[in-house]
């Protein structure tokens, strides 16, 4: 026996030798039961024979714990030195014998292994000190697996015990039947305790079951919406996310660390979303097209909400269409306002925020299988809701769990001032922003809200008065351009439709306005309009000071909560300023947390408001109300304070506000580096402000012409919502400004919106640029329609460049509103639609086009239209939500050339359908599973380029024989078991080839002789040799990713116009020795992965980290 197998049996023994010592002197004399086992044992049992039976037993049980404390030294941690594990096993075997183990300790733990190992650590040193951070870890898992057995055999030990002394003698035989069951019966109990390890030191067998409680907690607790208006009094009304939430666009910023793609992959024949930056698309497109995502929105925008729904539906299981590969996933949310310290939590934390109600029930490392499973989904809300200086902790914490866990999902939301577009970028984040509502979005919240009340108990007015109030809301919106400017966020809209409902639909004109009759809503008009009397007797004016107090303070320390204790201690302090206050702080608190609906206590003992923009606006007023603006002039700079500045700039009185515009003017002035923000800052403050002091007009006005034209789509977001002062000095020629501030320039036009605006967008129509035509398509969801399409769209170049291609009027129309107007579109040649349901008539009307898309089409009958009206289409792309039997397809036009049918359900498995399409020369079809005759694809006679996507039905090989004029071909999960010269055997002149997923794919040898440029063989696992790839003189570009047994790159140094490798997901150091001699080549690699020889490479190559 080695040392450490002695130790480990000593260990086995120390624990089967102290449960026994425990259960026999806890029945023994008083005197006697300090004594060691070997007296206990000879006391209680007089007979030798029996004591014998006893110690083999005891053995037997020392055995088993042997046993399990033997797998967790020897393989968990087989990587900690021999003599540090056995440092580690003497230690824990010191503290089971000096800890106190009596039944009074064990019963205060409630006889749980769990409780127990907590209390008995609480007064020992920390491990660490002693054997560093590796053994400490092993110390606590072997600890708690010692513990663990300790207390099963104690559960375990008879009551005839102390009996068995006074009938020793007559019950002999007795005794030792009942030993030997007993050593099995704890054999048998050690033997179901859940096996321990590095991932799963408690063993996995609750994981299933907490799982679901969890999931079912989520489900529960989250899928609840906060109704601006909606009091909080003896009845809560709950309204649920289903019902509340609505999808919101958002714009694509950049993508962080993302693959350049090759010139061939499925993917992106099969994404009609796919992200480009400046493109709008659905908030949920954005999220299933990256798997981490960096969420930018202002304040309102939806944010928060947005991560709630993920977590519910993600708990639920209900996701669909983009999002439908994220069913299974377990979502972690982390509220980073309840982390102000920026000391971020640690997996087996991150239930706290959400779910402490059942993170008692937690196994443990339960949190870290979900992760290393790649099931978890994390949803981080707030970057801005940390103090500056606590925010790099974010990117490092989020670092370090994506690179110890990089399957997992990430969803990450800020305010745009917080993280610009790359913060995560080196994280691989792809970046979205939020945009304004729609007046399409904001009809639907409109409605949403209105259905979402129908189930309130608290409503101002009868329940069937409802739909008179939504449909004055809705004819006031259509009718007034400032309503639905003032409407951009989810929260001011709902704002809206709340004081719609409670003012007789009397509606404020402005922001200002509508905030302060928000307050004045939630802090007095309900109550005293429903003649609610309650014992604290507030004015309006003193519950506005308290809650500015807070707010205030909130600034200050910039924090988004603060402890109950600190709020209570501010409430005093204020209202002893206040003397006709007569309660008590507690008393004026739960008034506030019970009745005003602005602050709440989300968890015991710590409070926030409900809004942080309510509680900018009251943190604003308070500044004001105290006529002292130097706070806000030297901290305007921070993101966090911009909105608090802008709206103080409003409520205070004409010299005081004097004071702040001087200020932030003669900061920027002095050439302060954050001049341009502060500048900025002044042009946000005009939305806010009645009016301008005359002797700041011509410093203003120099402001003005500083920042604008803006330099970026967040400067745009800034500008615009000064309204009609910075609408009027926008150029009405964006010749002279680059590309990046002409589109900015756009953007700031159509946020500003009105007839103005109109008429400015009409004269950009004419610049051709891809980021100005990008944003005036978008712009059109933003006005009336058919005025847009006439005034601005109809003669518009249209998108005139697209992925390094010349592409002739190009446009993305997502929004239903605008077909029956794309008729008027002169110069539209290639149009993308979504989202198209069954009727394609308006496309009778629309020019004849060369290039069409259709996503989520319902029914190919409808494609009829194409024949007659657009005789000169090239190019056809569809993605069908369903293939209805009684839907056939037509036949298509005759100058057909492309053809992409894509499919959300497995294709039917007949392809007849295509011969309608027998003049196409590139053919992509997905979703092939249960096709197995292939023949019709010898029926198209120009075919050059095939793409067939999960063809598991294709099982001969020899079917491209009889397409003798390929030259691409493309097969992904092909049921091919071999064959792979009779594939390519009639192809003679293929040139690009891509094979993803075949694992028969181990002989590469028929390729030697075809004059391929391009091959790609993924994934396909018994894929070792390349020699064969030596002859291919043509070949340019080679993808290797996931060829796992591929370790020789040496057959591919002959070859001299090779350029790119994809080496990704192999699992060793390759060297790359032998492609040294290949200029401007392209090597790429995962982010982690290592090659070898490197400096070997020639000076003009390039590694890319994908």
Known sequence: MSGLEAVIAAAGKAVAGRAMREGLAVRAAKEERNADLATLIRIGFPDRFVRRSLERQLEAVADGVERRLAVLVEQEYGGLAENDRAAVLHEVVAVLKAADLSDRAVLAADMDPVKLAKDLRAGLPDPARQLGQAGARLYDVLLDECLDCLVRILQQLPQYLPRATTEILGRMSAVEDRLAALGRQISSV??????????????????????????????????????????????????????????????????????????????????????????????????????????????????STLLRWLSVTAARGGFSGDLAGWNGSVPFVIKLRSHPSGV???????????????AGRMPVGWVHRILDSGRALLLVDGVDELAVRHRPAVRQWLGGLLSAHPGIRAVVTSRPAAADAHWLGEEGFSSVALEPMTPADLRELVRQWHTAMRGSKSLPCAPEKLDEYEGALLARLESGPHLQTLAVTPLLAAMLCALNLDRGKQLPRNRMGLYAAALELLLERRDVDRGIVSDVVLEPEQKVRVLQDLAWQLAVWGRSELSKVTALRRVEEKIRTMPRVDHTAEAVLDHLLQRSGVIREPVSGRIDFVHRTVQEYLAAKQAADDADVEPLIERAHLDQWRETVVMAAGHAHAPLRRELLRGLLDRADRGDRHARRLRLLVAGCLETIQELPLDLAADVESCLAEVIPPRSLNEARALAAAGEEVLRRLPDDLTGLSRRRAGATVRTCWLINGEKA?????????????????????????????????????????????????????????????????????????????????????????????????????????????????????????????????????????????????????????????????????????????????TPLTLLPRLRELHLSDCAGLTDPGIFGAIPGLVELQLTYPGLDGGLAELVGGCAGLRRLLISGAPWLDDVAPLASLPLEEIQLLDCSNLADLAPLSGVAELRSLNLRSCQKVHDLSPLEPLEKLRQVNLADLPHAIDVAPLGGKPHLVIKIDREQDLRNTDLLHPTARIRRL
């Open 758 to 934: 109109l008429e400015k967008l009409s004269r950009y129509s004419a610049d051709s640029r891809l980021e100005v035509q990008q944003e005036l398509a978008t712009g059109w969801d933003y006005f009336d329609p058919q005025e847009y399409a006439r005034r601005v769209m109809a003669d518009s170049t249209l998108i005139t460049d697209e992925v390094g291609r010349t592409v002739c009027g190009y446009m993305d129309a997502e929004n239903p509103r605008t077909f029956p107007y794309l008729r008027h579109l002169r110069n539209l040649e290639e149009l993308r639609i979504a989202f198209a349901g069954e009727d394609l008539g308006f496309l009778r009307d629309v020019r004849p086009l060369r290039r069409l898309s259709v996503y989520q089409l319902l029914a190919p009958h409808s494609l009829g239209v194409l024949e007659d009206h657009h005789p000169g289409l090239e190019r056809l792309w569809v993605r069908l939500r369903r293939d209805p039997a009684d839907s056939p397809w037509p036949v298509m036009p005759s100058s057909l050339r492309e053809a992409y049918v894509l499919r959300s359900d497995p294709a039917p498995p007949d392809l007849g359908f295509l011969d309608g399409f027998r003049t196409v020369e590139k053919l992509a079809l997905d979703r092939l599973a249960q096709v197995t005759d292939f």
């Open 190 to 303: 050690l033997g179901r305790l859940p096996a321990r390890s590095l991932e799963a030191p408690s063993g996995t067998r609750d994981d299933d079951e907490f799982g679901r409680r969890y999931l079912e907690h989520l489900s529960t607790a989250l899928d609840e919406v906060e109704l601006f208006g909606v009091r909080v009094e003896n009845y809560r009304p709950r309204v649920t996310l289903s019902v509340a939430y609505i999808s919101l666009s958002v714009t694509a910023e950049g993508r962080g660390g993302s693959e350049v793609p090759e010139r061939m992959r499925f993917a992106d024949l099969t994404s009609a979303t796919a992200q480009r930056e400046g493109t709008t698309l659905r908030v949920e497109s954005a999220l299933g097209d990256s798997r981490r995502v960096l969420i930018r929105g202002e304040a309102g925008t939806g944010k």
């Open 344 to 358: 971020l939590p640690g997996p087996e934390d991150f239930l706290a925020d959400v779910a402490g109600a059942v």
